[in-house]
């Protein structure tokens, strides 16, 4: 069982910026495709972007392109979503996710195997 363990979030005044992490404490995250969601209040959670493990492709909402980057350091098994020019409307739960299934990651839609508890993002002056 793969534990997901997600930091970084909290509360950043609009234009701000915040790094999330996405680690698995005792496991590799070498082949596993990485995924960042988010939920925010009383709408559905939604893919922000994705990671593969084999080509290092990734994919972007369209909402966050040019402000989010989303990278993996192996030698750390972490997974990191650098967020910069936040909105209020980018406040949500953050959770990450991995697959075994896809070495590559074109789309975040699809079945993601591990999820994480997630970390709250609040964009608010």
């Known amino acids: 069982q793969v534990q997901l363990v997600e930091s970084g979030g909290g509360l950043v005044q609009p234009g701000g910026s915040l790094r999330l992490s996405c680690a698995a404490p005792?496991?590799?995250?070498?082949?596993?495709?990485i995924g960042w969601f988010r939920q925010a209040p009383g709408k559905e959670r939604e893919g922000v972007s994705c990671i593969g493990y084999n080509d290092g492709s990734t994919t972007y909402k369209d909402s966050v392109k040019g402000r989010f980057t989303i990278s993996r350091d192996n030698g750390k098994n972490t997974v990191y979503l650098q967020m910069n020019s936040l909105k209020p409307e980018d406040t949500a739960v953050y959770y990450c996710a991995a697959d075994i299934e896809r070495s590559s990651c074109y789309s975040v839609g699809g079945t993601w195997s591990y999820w994480g508890q997630g970390t709250q993002v609040t964009v608010s002056s």
């Open positions: 005792g496991f590799t995250l070498d082949y596993y495709a």
